[in-house]
């Protein structure tokens, strides 16, 4: 079982709020990601991470930022919410690469903006 | 661009029945396919990676084949059983311009019946 959390898992807030959905892994990953997923539709990733002070923007244009101050976490953090933020926000972690097949996800962070 | 496209969308089947899932893409320049699977409310978990060197993948009941001149891939699931519902995504990875890229599909959300 992999050991990646997430939280918080649901969050409902009002429109301008800032939040931060918190990533942690304990499996000492270099590699880290954030995926975006709206119900039926692809994931999409939107920040990934190769290590300490590494980040970097993905695929989808997103207004969320992140910070990796330390391997095991990788915050994302959108500084005033909106009703467009609201989706399932998937964290990802591996050693090596997706290319390795070892791509060990969250259980995902489900955001409701009001 | 890569696109990922599955069909069916969703699938009901009686339990103990064999099914096949169907993965296309566009662009047969590819690193490896991924099968994953996700449970309602869950991140998502690995279930078989093909490299673009190989032809097929086996785990138990599942087979995934690759056929990268025809940008296909199958997953069948053999004498399928309730445990299997969930939703199925297919993703392809290639190195674009020496970036890492992990495209998704929407999924196909499998029923099967008791």
């Known amino acids: 079982e992999a050991d990646i959390y997430q939280t918080p898992r649901y969050l409902v807030i009002g429109t301008g709020k800032k939040i931060t959905l918190e990533c942690s892994q304990t499996?000492?990953?270099?590699?880290m990601y954030w995926y975006q997923q709206d119900p039926g539709m692809e994931l999409h990733l939107i920040h990934y991470?190769?290590?300490?002070?590494?980040?970097e923007k993905g695929d989808l244009s997103s207004e969320s930022t992140v910070s990796r101050i330390r391997t095991e976490h990788f915050p994302l953090t959108l500084e005033s919410a909106r009703p467009s933020h609201t989706s399932q926000y998937l964290c990802?972690?591996?050693?090596?690469?997706?290319?390795?097949?070892?791509?060990?996800f969250g259980e995902g962070s489900r955001l409701t903006v009001l | 661009k890569q696109e990922v496209t599955q069909i069916p969308a969703a699938l009901s089947v009686p339990e103990g029945e064999n099914l096949v899932l169907n993965c296309s893409f566009t662009?047969?320049?590819?690193?490896?396919l991924q099968w994953f699977r996700q449970d309602p409310g869950k991140g998502l978990t690995s279930l078989l990676l093909?490299?673009?060197?190989?032809r097929e993948q086996t785990s138990g009941r599942l087979n995934a084949s690759l056929d990268k001149s025809s940008g296909r891939s199958t997953l069948y699931i053999a004498a399928s059983q309730p445990g299997d519902s969930a939703t199925y995504l297919c993703?392809?990875?290639?190195?674009?311009?020496?970036?890492?890229?992990?495209?998704f599909g929407k999924g196909t959300k499998l029923t099967v019946n008791p």
């Open positions: 093909i490299q673009s060197s190989q």
């Open positions: 499996m000492g990953h270099d590699k």
């Open positions: 993703a392809v990875g290639d190195l674009q311009g020496g970036s890492e890229k992990l495209v």
């Open positions: 991470s190769y290590g300490v002070n590494s980040t």
């Open positions: 990802a972690s591996s050693e090596l690469g997706w290319y390795t097949g070892e791509l060990f």
């Open positions: 662009d047969s320049a590819i690193y490896n």
